[in-house]
């Protein structure tokens, strides 16, 4: 599965931004979809996190009732919906695959991204 993160970018605290994950390669379908972030200076972080089929999600809780993460598997794709975004937000962004995972855990996804810039100013 290769993936390609877009949709990031410089914004004001408060606004929304979607980010989206388009991926290649059949074991997309079948695979668990994460975001993870990556502060300056501090680890890569757990986001979001959604099934296969869609119907189970996990969130960070710094996330929780702001984020909103999706895939449509029919465009191979999934999203990353960011509302009331704060300055601690600002990070890269990196969408990652996993088939027969669902975990919060980085090491559980096989798949990465070259992630995507998003910058929150206050």
């Known amino acids: 599965v290769q993936l390609v993160e877009s949709g990031g970018g410089f914004v004001q605290a408060g606004v929304s931004l979607r980010l989206s994950c388009a991926a290649s390669g059949r074991a997309f379908s079948t695979s668990t979809m994460g975001w993870f972030r990556q502060a300056p200076g501090k680890e890569r972080e757990f986001v979001a996190a959604?099934?296969?089929?869609?119907?189970?999600?996990l969130y960070a809780d710094s996330v929780k009732g702001r984020f909103t993460i999706s895939r449509d598997n029919a465009k191979i794709t999934a999203y990353l919906q960011m509302n009331s975004l704060k300055p601690e937000d600002t990070a890269v962004y990196y969408c990652?695959?996993?088939?027969?995972?669902?975990?919060?855990?980085?090491?559980?996804?096989?798949?990465w991204g070259q992630g995507t810039q998003v910058t929150v100013s206050s």
């Open positions: 959604i099934t296969w089929s869609g119907a189970s999600t």
């Open positions: 990652a695959a996993g088939e027969g995972i669902y975990s919060r855990r980085r090491e559980a996804y096989g798949y």
